[in-house]
């Protein structure tokens, strides 16, 4: 099961982007500016975890897909 961040920074539209980092995404946030979320099946879980720390979350549109909405 892959492993996920959430960018400590937000977008400039104001989302902070969850990754999956066993995608080798090239817009992974630098590693001090990710906070990990763990281990999840699926984008899915990954971004209801980031919205324990962020109210406006969405998938990075290259490694979470099925999650981005923005």
Do not use: I, W
Not at 25 to 44: A, E, H
């Amino acid at each position: 099961m892959p492993r996920f961040c959430v960018n400590k920074n937000a977008q400039p539209t104001g989302e902070h982007e969850v990754h999956n980092l066993d995608a080798r995404c090239q817009y992974l946030p630098l590693p001090q500016n990710q906070l990990d979320l763990g281990v999840f099946s699926d984008c899915v879980g990954a971004l209801a975890a980031a919205r324990n720390h962020y109210t406006n979350v969405d998938g990075c549109k290259y490694c979470a897909p099925q999650c981005h909405k923005k």
